[in-house]
């Protein structure tokens, strides 16, 4: 029987492997414990954007995916870190033995206290270190970019909901308005006045409308289920919400040239594929010098019960280790990295055609909404002109009902505002584009 104790000693390494496990900690805390505390806090209403973006927060599945991805990158970097750290072990094996020159028994056991440590390996760590830092490096900023798409997605979301009342609003306000005209008709038509096929017709059109409310209705109640749950409240469904100011509208279209230099520098997603591929080019070259020399020193105490010659009380010394042949998996394995490589290279250089083509895309279409806000703003004011005209003429009694100019300004608000929220979403696109991080404005 052979009792075997292992202990591994840090090394020079100690301040930066305590950082990264506390880093480790902290992720996994995030990941464990944050979310039931934040389910706690019922969303208020009325319901503010502000209030909506501070609210998104760890507890979200795709940011989960995101701290956990750095974790495990954290949780690498301190294994690589620790591979050339000094390995101590007791060894006590307590032994008989008889030997063939006599048919007793004798106490064979021993104690032993060995210390080894590989001195140098010609680059294969520090390459494991490089491609680990590396790919930290890479998840950090990816769990940065999966914050602002969560930022943006509630964004998109709030402005939805406002959307889907002003739509059911402008919907409803037809509807009521042509339900008017029907009965009108129907009225005249039980007088005899108007023809089985005019009525028909009139209360198809308008039936028509009643299932456009139905749906605008419907819309109404499925954005405000997205809503709760990209806030990870899925059970605590937003009611009312406040429209929010949008200083976005007055900012001046900028040249796409200076966009692609900022977001070349600064995008996120492209910074974290650069480090992505230079973790696998790092990878690359560990790989091959995995099966390189290698330079050891080590230290060996010994208490033997039986005194032979050959068995040594105490052993210090070094050894150096020189791979001669190791088949092919040198090869193969210097193959499949290099072929990450081109793969993660390939990655990066698709970011980056992808980046200019979006940052040219969202800069005409900013380009093209702040055109056609000018024919909202126009619509909106003559909507709204003939309504105040329309309603003292109602207060007059110059005429029974509002007709069509109250739906017609409800139809000019909701699709001004829709031009507004699309004027927003644009620009936070381009700022997430052009390596902004959102979300540290709403924590």
Known sequence: MRLV???????????????IRSCIACCLMAICFHAPLLYAEPLPSPLSLSKALSLANNSHPELLLADANLAYALSERESVGSSNDIDAYVELAPYTASPSTNDKFTNDSYLRFSVSKTIYDFGYSDYLEDSADEAVLSQQLNASAARNKSYLNIMRLYFGVLLADLHFAAVDEEMTSLYVKFDKLRERHSLGMVSDVTLAESESIYRELADQRKSAELEQQSSRWRLAIALNRPDDIPGELIRPDLPQL??????LSELLDEAFNNNLTLTALEHAMLADRAALKATQQQYGPTLAAGLELNEYQRKLPGKND???GVTLRIPLLNGSRSQAEVARAAAKLSSSQANYDLAKHSLRQNLSDLVRRLELLNYKRTTDELRLDSTSLTLDRNRARYELEMQTTLGDSMAKYTNA???SAKNDYDIATTWAQIEILTGKKLYQGQE
Request: proline share 7%; no cysteine.
């Open 5 to 19: 104790s292992n202990i591994h000693h840090p090394a020079d390494r100690s301040g930066v492997t305590g950082l």
């Open 250 to 255: 007055d900012r001046t279209v900028p040249e």
């Open 314 to 316: 105490a052993s210090i």
């Open 413 to 415: 608000e909701w699709l």
